[in-house]
C-alpha cells in the first residue's frame, strides 16, 4: 500500500455543491410560484353529509414535482458517491457506512410510504388519513436523518 499525501477539505469545497443545490431547489420553487401558484381546491364527497375535501392544486404540480424529485435524487447520487470513495478511510474518521444505512433506510421508507400515498389520494379516503399519511412519511424520512 502506498501512503496517500493528506488532502485539506476547505469549506468552499463543501460550500459550492450546498449552494448550487439550494439555489436550484429556490429557482424551482420560485418559477412554480410565479407560473402557476397553489390555488385551493374543494371537492365534496357526500352530498347528503356536505362533507368535502379540500386541497391546494395546481396545473402542473406533478412537473415542477418530479424537478425537485430529480433534484434531490442527484444529491443522494453524488451523496452515495462521495461516501463510497471514503469508504476506506479509518472508520474513526469516516461515516461512509452511517450515510449508506440512511440511505437505505429512507430508499425503504419511500418503497413503503408511496404506494400507500397513493391508495390514500383516492377521493373515498379520509382526509384524515390523507393527512396523517402524509405526516408521517415526511417524519419517518426527516428522523432517520437523524438517528
Given at each position: 500500500l502506498q501512503a496517500r499525501p493528506r488532502q485539506k477539505i476547505l469549506i468552499r469545497h463543501v460550500l459550492w455543491p450546498y449552494l448550487i443545490l439550494s439555489i436550484?431547489?429556490?429557482?424551482?420553487?420560485?418559477?412554480?410560484?410565479?407560473?402557476?401558484?397553489?390555488?385551493?381546491?374543494?371537492?365534496?364527497?357526500?352530498?347528503f353529509t356536505d362533507e368535502s375535501f379540500g386541497r391546494c392544486k395546481s396545473h402542473q404540480d406533478i412537473t415542477f414535482f418530479l424537478c425537485l424529485v430529480a433534484l434531490m435524487a442527484i444529491s443522494t447520487i453524488l451523496t452515495a458517491f462521495m461516501a463510497w470513495?471514503?469508504?476506506?478511510?479509518?472508520?474513526?474518521?469516516?461515516?461512509?457506512?452511517?450515510?449508506?444505512?440512511?440511505?437505505?433506510?429512507?430508499?425503504?421508507?419511500?418503497?413503503?410510504?408511496?404506494?400507500?400515498l397513493v391508495i390514500l389520494q383516492n377521493e373515498v379516503a379520509s382526509s384524515d388519513a390523507t393527512y396523517i399519511g402524509e405526516v408521517l412519511l415526511i417524519w419517518t424520512i426527516s428522523v432517520s436523518t437523524i438517528v
Open positions: 436550484s431547489a429556490i429557482i424551482i420553487l420560485s418559477v412554480w410560484t410565479t407560473t402557476d401558484p397553489l390555488k385551493w381546491d374543494r371537492v365534496i364527497v357526500d352530498n470513495k471514503t469508504k476506506d478511510i479509518d472508520s474513526s474518521f469516516s461515516e461512509s457506512n452511517w450515510i449508506f444505512y440512511t440511505i437505505v433506510l429512507q430508499l425503504q421508507v419511500l418503497i413503503v410510504g408511496i404506494p400507500i
